[in-house]
T-cell receptor, first 112, second 114 residues
């Protein structure tokens, strides 16, 4: 069975701090896809990144970076120099065979 | 704006009633997904349609049903509603039905069952 665990329920930081959101997944499949989505207060889920199981290269996009480690089944998300606008709930998800499982989400609050 | 449209945004109804939620996917997208988001269950996958055909089924109750029409819009029907069905229902769409497809989500329908 597939499972995604986001152990951090809530994180609060002060603006300009770096923050890492953890994601650990379980799957028996060798081919799968990992995603991160952001859910701002407006409610709509916004796609951030997609990674396939064969590509362990880390990715950086502006202040966002992702660290995929197959050996530890983790796909962590780091925000550098956080801003108030980063406040949202962040979801990690695992997709395989049309089954997309989301983690419980991490609520990030960035205080000014 | 994701391009996925969901109506209505809010729905208040009573137990035992039946409601229909509507979703219009992004232009060109053939796949539609329905998700339920609640505080205790998180984001749960309900069902997926691809070009009018049911493609995958998740934790969808027998009281719930969905369909995708020839114009690709989709409806989720919830019947014999219970208090526990109160949740935010999301529709998402993707171009195709492959695993690598990223999903674009609508803004959701907040259902309150009183």
């Amino acid at each position: 069975a597939q499972k995604v665990t986001q152990a951090q329920t809530e994180i609060s930081v002060v603006e300009k701090e770096d923050v890492t959101l953890d994601c650990v997944y379980e799957t028996r499949d060798t081919t799968y896809y990992l995603f991160w989505y952001k859910q701002p207060p407006s409610g709509e889920l916004v796609f951030l990144i997609r990674r396939n199981s064969f590509d362990e290269q880390n990715e950086i996009s502006g202040r966002y970076s992702w660290n995929f480690q197959k050996s530890t089944s983790s796909f962590n998300f780091t925000i550098t120099a956080s801003q108030v606008v980063d406040s949202a709930v962040y979801f990690c998800a695992l997709k395989n065979n049309n089954d997309m499982r989301f983690g419980a989400g991490t609520r990030l609050t960035v205080k000014p | 704006d994701s391009g996925v449209t969901q109506t209505p945004k809010h729905l208040i109804t009573a137990t035992g009633q039946r409601v229909t939620l509507r979703c219009s996917p992004r232009s060109g997208d053939l796949s539609v997904y329905w998700y339920q988001q609640s505080l205790d269950q998180g984001l749960q996958f309900l069902i997926q349609y691809y070009n009018g055909e049911e493609r995958a089924k998740g934790n969808i109750l027998e009281r719930f049903s969905a369909q995708q029409f020839p114009d690709l819009h989709s409806e989720l029907n919830l019947s014999s509603l219970e208090l526990g069905d109160s949740a935010l229902y999301f529709c998402a769409s993707s171009v195709g039905a492959r695993d690598y497809e990223k999903l674009f989500f609508g803004s959701g329908t907040q259902l309150s069952v009183l």
